[in-house]
T-cell receptor
Framework: GQGVEQPDNLMSVEGTFARVNCTYS??????LSWYQQREGHAPVFLSY????GLKDSGHFSTFLSRSNGYSYLLLTELQIKDSASYLC??????????FGDGTQLVVKP | DMKVTQMPRYLIKRMGENVLLECGQD?????MYWYRQDPGLGLQLIYI???????SEGDIPKGYRVSRKKREHFSLILDSAKTNQTSVYFC??????????????FGEGSRLIVV
């Protein structure tokens, strides 16, 4: 579908941080959101951005650069339970929302 | 209660049979979506509905149709199911606005196996 790309896998260490990258190319832009999905469960909304810059929401922060078609989700003070798949989703000018394939984050002790 | 409910949760059908997946939401959301998710992959958009009887195709509409006769209900229909339609189907809903429209509420999914 519309191009939303994420790396397949990411590994980090408990207590540190992880940055999940997302690049997109869609028919217009009307917002970008991030979801967490655990195995066998539905995605859960984390954050959305519509303007450029960094949005700090504590444990999760989100950055957006519309001119570069780029976003990242930053998780700080990682815990083992943060291990999950993180999905990037972009809303186009027709309000359709397209997802990337997800990045599987593994947090090691 | 802010909930999206999908029925049935699990379904096994024979190739060629018809399938009806139902979705309901109690938040008066205008917009509703149907996605499918295959193992290790993200969600693929099948259809979007902007409100009652206002539906539009997503990326993979072939083999599917939808119905929205009430704002709170959105159905996905497979006429003559195929084995490659085996998947987990997620329904989601949101308000229409710029900010709120980026917040999707998902149902728990309907796991369909076509044999």
């Amino acid at each position: 579908g519309q191009g939303v790309e994420q790396p397949d896998n990411l590994m980090s260490v408990e207590g540190t941080f992880a940055r999940v990258n997302c690049t997109y190319s869609t028919s217009g832009f009307n917002g970008l959101s991030w979801y967490q999905q655990r195995e066998g469960h539905a995605p859960v909304f984390l954050s959305y951005v519509v303007l450029d810059g960094l949005k700090d929401s504590g444990h999760f922060s989100t950055f957006l650069s519309r001119s570069n078609g780029y976003s990242y989700l930053l998780l700080t003070e990682l815990q083992i339970k943060d291990s999950a798949s993180y999905l990037c989703a972009v809303r186009d000018n027709n309000n359709r929302i397209f997802f990337g394939d997800g990045t599987q984050l593994v947090v090691k002790p | 209660d802010m909930k999206v409910t999908q029925m049935p949760r699990y379904l096994i059908k024979r190739m060629g049979e018809n399938v009806l997946l139902e979705c309901g939401q109690d938040m008066s959301h205008e917009t509703m979506y149907w996605y499918r998710q295959d193992p290790g992959l993200g969600l693929q958009l099948i259809y979007i509905s902007y409100d009652v009887d206002s539906n539009s195709e997503g990326d993979i509409p072939k083999g599917y149709r939808v119905s929205r006769k009430k704002r709170e209900h959105f159905s996905l229909i497979l006429d003559s199911a195929k084995t490659n339609q085996t998947s987990v189907y997620f329904c989601a809903s949101s308000f229409y606005g710029t900010g709120t429209g980026n917040t999707l509420y998902f149902g728990e999914g309907s796991r369909l196996i076509v044999v």
